[in-house]
């Protein structure tokens, strides 16, 4: 019964910047871990980043360590990545995924048992 809807993709200029929302509806939200993953053409899909329950810790891949900020408002429902300095590397259609145990977070992809529909994040040279 719970539904992740992501927005905010688009084409973008490298070094730009993009913030992606994920709207969760559903119970419990603010129980769960959160994370973003992202799926390049011909690719497995991997992490981007991923949140704590709370909010209080975070988890980012090297390749956007520095680049990227997951929050989280749990009153919201919703989740964001902001994403700076954005690189062609970057292209992907990025998902939104809600893990499956309550209190847990991290960027193990076997983890999460909700996912969103993705949306397209184009970086051009």
């Known amino acids: 019964q719970v539904q992740l809807v992501e927005s905010g993709g688009g084409l973008v200029q490298a070094g730009g910047s993009l913030r992606l929302s994920c709207a969760a509806s559903g119970p419990n939200f603010g129980t769960y871990g959160m994370g973003w993953f992202r799926q390049a053409s011909g690719k497995e899909r991997e992490p981007v980043a991923a949140i704590s329950w709370k909010g209080s810790t975070t988890y980012y891949v090297d390749s956007v360590k520095g680049r990227f900020t997951i929050s989280r408002d749990n009153a919201k429902n919703t989740v964001w990545l902001q994403m700076n300095s954005l690189k062609p590397e970057d292209t992907a259609v990025y998902y939104c995924?809600?893990?499956?145990?309550?209190?847990?977070?991290?960027?193990?992809?076997?983890?999460?048992?909700?996912w969103g529909q993705g949306t397209q994040v184009t970086v051009s040279s």
């Open positions: 995924a809600q893990r499956r145990g309550r209190w847990n977070s991290g960027l193990e992809r076997l983890e999460y048992d909700v």
